[in-house]
């Protein structure tokens, strides 16, 4: 797709969003959840992970469609949403399409491009976090089934989902090499969903604790190799930072838009706040921040493209562009004022959905280890 292709695409995108979307998402928010109808919507709209091959029901497109999604979303204020939509489409399907054998990419990647499945990813336990060795849900083999313990917390979609990519131990003792993937169908006896976890920001985005009590999935639930999870979780993960990325650049380019708006109507002093030299400096400032990181997501997701994005270079991108995503929104929000720290301007939302970028895919502190180790070695 060329560029004007790919601005004609955006363009349909936000007139789908501006309809579907905006005028619901301030309920939304104080819901703490999407509807679960709007996954069809966006199903229908084909909005839902374009780049599923077309003999899935999907587009057929490069992952790049995915990931300007996702910025639309970002930039137009609906973080919450584009986490929950880049955990379904950017995530969960790729896992599928790379992974899943025949059989289970022909169960599950139609129903995620007709959004009559939800996808989610489940990782984090309460003792688990950026640790993944410290993984204590389990699964047993008992004859043609695993048997499958555990509990997992934060995870997005969880209310809604209807897929979960669960990470268990199936080798004790061995931890990561002895981790390994399940497509849990949440349908099935022994899966409990706790309540819905409340957050400061992405209100949108559900997130909730999931309980596996002896529960029973059949042994072609497996996705991929037995004891191989971690190795396919470490294969996958430049993929997922790029679209936390665009998540980042993308945001802070909204709010940026907005303070702009702002400060050249907003009068103090007997003239507009964009004329002093305070505002000035600070959106020069926001602006060069930005464009570094457009420029870094850009390359990463070229290299992504040609298959060349390594895990090193994607944790340098994630831990450059969510630091960026915080500092820039939080010199937006005080160009406001007072007015930024109330819910009634949106300035306020852009900046608490900004926080978790900084956790959540590997916290910046991992990500800053990971890039000292090219630098240092292990």
Request: some cysteine; aromatic content about 8%.
């Amino acid at each position: 797709m060329d560029n004007e292709e790919m601005t004609l695409f955006r363009d349909m995108a936000r007139r789908a969003f501006d309809k579907e979307i905006a005028p619901h998402y301030a309920e939304w928010e104080a819901q703490q959840m999407v509807p679960r109808s709007l996954w069809n919507t966006l199903g229908t709209a084909g909005l839902l992970c374009p780049d599923v091959d077309e003999t899935y029901g999907g587009a057929g497109t490069s992952p790049r469609i995915t990931l300007a999604l996702i910025e639309e979303l970002s930039h137009m204020g609906f973080g919450g949403l584009a986490s929950g939509y880049g955990i379904h489409s950017n995530i969960v399907a790729p896992y599928l399409i790379h992974h899943g054998t025949d059989a289970q990419k022909e169960r599950w990647l139609p129903k995620m491009v007709s959004g009559e499945a939800v996808g989610a990813l489940a990782m984090t336990e309460p003792g688990a976090g950026s640790d993944v060795q410290g993984i204590r849900t389990h699964a047993v083999r008992d004859g043609d089934e695993w048997v499958l313990n555990g509990s997992k917390i934060f995870i997005t979609n969880g209310m809604h989902a209807d897929l979960v990519i669960v990470a268990a131990i199936t080798d004790p003792g061995k931890g990561a090499k002895g981790t390994s993937l399940f497509l849990v169908d949440a349908s099935l006896p022994g899966f409990e969903r706790g309540k819905k976890i409340e957050k400061i920001g992405q209100h949108a985005s559900d997130s909730a604790l999931l309980f596996f009590q002896d529960m029973r999935l059949p042994a072609d639930a497996l996705l991929g190799e037995v004891n191989q999870g971690f190795v396919i979780m470490m294969q996958e993960l430049p993929r997922e930072r790029l679209g936390i990325a665009a998540q980042a650049v993308a945001s802070a380019e909204g709010a940026l838009q907005l303070t702009v708006d702002y400060v050249l109507e907003r009068q103090a002093f007997g003239q507009s706040v964009a004329k002093f030299q305070n505002t000035r400096f600070k959106l020069a400032d926001v602006k060069t921040q930005i464009a570094l990181n457009r420029a870094l997501y850009e390359e990463c997701a070229a290299e992504y493209a040609r298959g060349e994005l390594t895990a090193d270079k994607a944790a340098l991108l994630k831990l450059a562009s969510c630091e960026m995503q915080c500092d820039t929104i939080d010199d937006c929000l005080q160009l406001f004022g007072g007015y930024g720290y109330t819910v009634e301007y949106p300035i306020s939302r852009f900046y608490t959905d900004a926080r978790v970028q900084r956790i959540y895919g590997g916290s910046s502190e991992i990500m800053r280890e990971l890039v000292a180790r090219t630098l240092l070695g292990r």
